[in-house]
């Protein structure tokens, strides 16, 4: 299958080129810049430049395709309503391009704000709609195509999609406990994420891509739920500093714009995406991952 694919060099994106790639697909990656079209390049997918404010290219790219794996985001969050509207014109582009072919579109979806006081499951619905909403409602947007002829499925990504050299929200809490001294965690600390090694992610795009059933909703979960204090606990063993408790109404002062979400219960389970498709994530756990290094 020849697959288009944005954020092909992002943390999550590099990995799947190369599942992809390694699975005997052809990519083509969307490249902001010279260094992101040379590593492509070096990987043996091919480059389109352009970006996703780059509607036309995004059109194309999905016209020459036979899959696509949306996972580019802005992450602009100075400016929510910004990234909420180039989400969603990205969403009506690629999907729109597929309309009428069956061919696969999978598109990054969040954990955030599904249910509280459960682990999230597959069945539970975004209920994040229409253009002011989180990620611009882009979900529920794209599985409009699914009665279009697009083989549409969401991929859920756990707040931690953990691995050396990780860029994300575990990095920033990271590098909060080195400018402390103190690894903290927020109150309690039982507040939980669940997580996934970032191969085992990969592995589970490429598995969706090439067989999961239209309107699937699939969950890039290993572990169900890690508190936030294991967390903490896990953090404050690597770095030899002592492990605290933060008032929640201090999270942001302590952590800075991460601390909205470190006490966000995230949990979500993956037993419905292991029956459908067939995949058994593996890899080391999120705490073995910190306890390794993959933080320093």
Do not use: C
Not at 243 to 271: C, K, Q
Request: aromatic share 6%; charged share 20%; net charge negative.
């Amino acid at each position: 299958m020849h697959v288009f694919v944005t954020g092909a060099t992002g943390w999550i994106g590099s990995a799947v080129v190369d599942e992809l790639l390694g699975a005997g697909h052809e990519v083509t990656g969307l490249a902001r810049s010279d260094a992101a079209a040379l590593a492509l390049g070096k990987k043996g997918a091919r480059v389109r430049r352009g970006d996703l404010d780059d509607l036309d290219g995004l059109r194309d790219g999905a016209l020459d395709a036979q899959g696509v794996v949306h996972l580019a985001n802005k992450h602009d969050w100075a400016n929510p309503a910004e990234n909420n509207r180039t989400e969603r014109a990205a969403i009506e582009t690629l999907a729109g391009a597929l309309a009428g072919t069956d061919h696969p579109f999978l598109l990054a979806a969040a954990m955030a704000g599904l249910v509280q006081g459960r682990p999230a499951v597959e069945t539970d619905v975004s209920p994040a709609v229409g253009p002011d909403s989180m990620r611009g409602g882009g979900e529920n947007l794209a599985f409009e195509y699914a009665g279009k002829g697009v083989r549409v499925a969401s991929v859920r990504f756990a707040p931690s999609v953990h691995g050396i050299g990780d860029p994300g929200f575990l990095a920033s809490i990271m590098a909060a406990a080195r400018k402390h001294g103190v690894s903290a965690y927020l109150g309690d600390g039982t507040t939980a994420w669940s997580a996934v090694h970032r191969p085992a992610a990969a592995q589970l795009i490429r598995i969706g891509l090439e067989r999961a059933p239209a309107g699937s909703r699939l969950h890039a979960v290993a572990e169900e739920a890690v508190t936030t204090r294991e967390i903490a606990e896990a953090i404050g063993r690597t770095l030899d500093v002592p492990v605290v408790s933060v008032a929640p109404e201090n999270a942001v002062e302590h952590f800075g714009f991460i601390g909205r979400f470190f006490g966000l219960d995230m949990s979500a389970s993956n037993a419905v995406t292991r029956e459908l498709l067939g995949w058994t994530p593996s890899g080391p756990s999120l705490v073995e991952d910190i306890e390794a290094g993959a933080y320093a």
